[in-house]
């Protein structure tokens, strides 16, 4: 790991308390909590053998140490009853929730097995910043949406939206310069592409993954708020942090500190 990786870890973990057992979900080959030195459980949606095919695949991982996970957190399964319903104070999620079809509900998971006053440590890609430059940023209502339709894989739209308006950022784009109009960007997808893989994830009933959701550190601080406020997530936002210590320019940080011990994914009383 290199000087700024370690700087980033750091820098995340010095908002949480991992003296106590936490969570990270998704570490793949970069996780953010040491293993070797906190009391941590690192958690994925896939088993360890589906992980280390796809790190074989992908040419970031070469000659990086990919973990093994604890758990697996399989979809359609509340994440307690993968992890056992231990106490947990924190929870990380590094370039994670961006890739899952229902955000909230997502979270709400993942508070329901926090401590109150824990604390869920986000990084996500900035749109401003990214292949996602040219989307449009997630709404309070898809949010809330989503969290009623309880997606369980991306969604037609979601795979739509990702492949048909995204572009290809090799590293060299200069953000700060006028953008060129998205008909002159360079695409990974057409727009036939898009609408071919939209109607393959209907027809097969298949995990594509892709960007389902889109933020700003503006963009994201105004939805949660919204949700806060509206009674429907029992935390208060610290942050966004930018710029921090090893942070990449496209990337932003932001916690969730739960404030109540209520229960956020069972059922209303009498359904």
Known sequence: MTEAELARCEFVCSHLPTEQRGIEIAPYFHPIVDRSRFDVIYVDCIDNDEIQRKAAENPGAAGKTVPLVDAV???????????GHEPLHYAVASHVLEHVPNPLGWLKEILDCLEPGGLVAIVLPNRERSMD???????????????????????????MDFLSQSFEDDGTVDF??????????????????????????????????????????????????????????????????????????????????????????GSPAGS
């Open 176 to 265: 700060d310069a006028p953008m060129a109009a998205f008909a002159e960007a360079k695409r990974h997808y057409t727009d036939a592409q898009a609408v071919e893989f939209a109607e393959f994830v209907l027809r097969e009933r298949q995990y594509l993954d892709v960007h389902c959701s889109v933020w700003s550190p503006d963009s994201f601080i105004d939805v949660f708020s919204r949700v806060i406020t509206g009674g429907l997530f029992p935390a208060k936002i610290i942050g966004p942090f930018t710029g921090f210590p090893g942070s990449t320019p496209g990337e932003f940080l932001v916690y969730l500190e739960k404030t109540s011990s209520a229960s956020l994914t």
């Open 133 to 159: 430059y040219y989307r449009q940023p997630t709404s309070f209502a898809q949010v809330v949406g989503w969290s009623i339709e309880k997606p369980a894989r991306p969604t037609p739209t979601q795979v």
């Open 73 to 83: 957190w399989t979809p359609g399964v509340p994440l307690g009853d993968c992890i």
